[in-house]
């Protein structure tokens, strides 16, 4: 052949037929007729007949005014066709999940030879060509294809930890988990269900003007009653007139407070090594490397894996609490060192 090998004769001759009786959009029903004739020409177990000859058959013929046929008209198209199989596609939605199914029907007796379904809950513009290949793959028994509809998630952690999947444990790293389509949470560390939402709080109550005002006015009025500036007589108190005592400049009190300053920079800088010591005692105790991250969300599709890995990384937090802690005993130690030397 001048454009490359002819058609291997020995594959049996096959014709594909529209859907019966489906009230989806006309142009979405042909784009899928049209994904299927296509994934079932790459299996290369059949030779197809051609989609326009098929749809003209069955107008001619008024098999079925949407061009589709149930299996008791197969022996009437296949001899028109030549066909000595057809596949009969199906689909219907029920609560939101799309059920496509293939029949190859022998065009003869009518009988059902195989028979493969696939299901999806995503809608049908995103998922079409994932759907047809999935149930072109198991209608020819392709071993590779997933033998259920729900998709997995693939968990490794390195190093190797104990698994979560929606609050719930499933094992140990690495591992693989049949799940439901959809979003799921997946967590190295056990309590991280998926949080609940709680309502907004309420808004505070608005204060009225007149209260705000009342107020104020009676806080004035209380403080000029309980601080007078002018005393019963018309003169200005002591206190009012900025009277104080004079300072006494006596030595030994002078002493006396410098002392006790000494003593209370003794306790405060005892203090803070202290806590110093504390925090390089919590520093030992952290663990040299933590999770990058802890949980995601993975969103899983029909008949899909989806892959997750979790790895750990150096503490950091360790590094900066030991920091801290050190220099905060210095810090404490410098201080007991000052005031005792300037307490003698």
Request: hydrophobic share 40%; with cysteine; charged share 25%.
């Amino acid at each position: 052949s001048l454009w490359g090998p002819g058609p291997d004769t020995s594959l049996p001759l096959t014709a594909l037929i529209g859907f019966k009786e489906y009230s989806g959009d006309p142009e979405t029903m042909n784009n899928l007729n049209e994904r299927i004739f296509q994934e079932l020409f790459k299996t290369k177990k059949w030779r197809l007949v051609e989609r326009q000859r098929v749809d003209a058959i069955l107008r001619e013929k008024a098999f079925q005014e949407a061009g589709g046929c149930e299996a008791s008209c197969a022996d009437s198209i296949g001899g028109l066709l030549g066909a000595k199989t057809l596949i009969v596609p199906g689909l219907d939605r029920i609560d939101g999940i799309s059920h496509l199914s293939l029949r190859e029907v022998d065009a003869s007796s009518g009988e059902v030879l195989r028979l493969s379904e696939a299901e999806t809950d995503e809608p049908l513009s995103g998922s079409s060509k994932r759907l047809v290949r999935l149930a072109v793959a198991r209608l020819v028994g392709d071993p590779s294809a997933p033998p259920t509809d729900s998709g997995a998630i693939s968990v490794t952690t390195e190093p190797p930890s104990s698994v979560w999947i929606d609050g719930e444990k499933v094992g140990t790293s690495p591992l693989t988990v049949s799940v439901w389509p959809g979003t799921h949470r997946v967590a190295v560390t056990p309590g991280l269900a998926r949080p609940a939402q709680s309502d907004p709080p309420a808004p505070a109550p608005d204060f009225e003007a007149g209260t705000i005002l009342a107020f104020h006015a009676t806080s004035r009025h209380n403080s000029r009653e309980e601080h007078p500036i002018d005393s019963p007589r018309g003169h200005r108190s002591e206190a009012a007139r900025g009277f104080a005592p004079p300072a006494s400049s006596h030595t030994p009190q002078k002493t006396e407070a410098k002392k006790d300053d000494a003593s209370a920079a003794i306790v405060a800088g005892a203090v803070v090594a202290a806590v110093g010591v504390g925090l390089l005692v919590a520093a030992a105790s952290m663990p040299d490397s933590v999770w990058k991250e802890t949980w995601r969300d993975v969103r899983v599709k029909t008949a899909d894996t989806q892959q997750v890995v979790f790895r750990k990384e150096p503490n950091g937090s360790k590094q900066g609490l030991g920091v801290i802690a050190i220099l905060g005993m210095i810090l404490g130690l410098g201080l007991v060192l000052m005031a005792a030397s300037s307490k003698q």
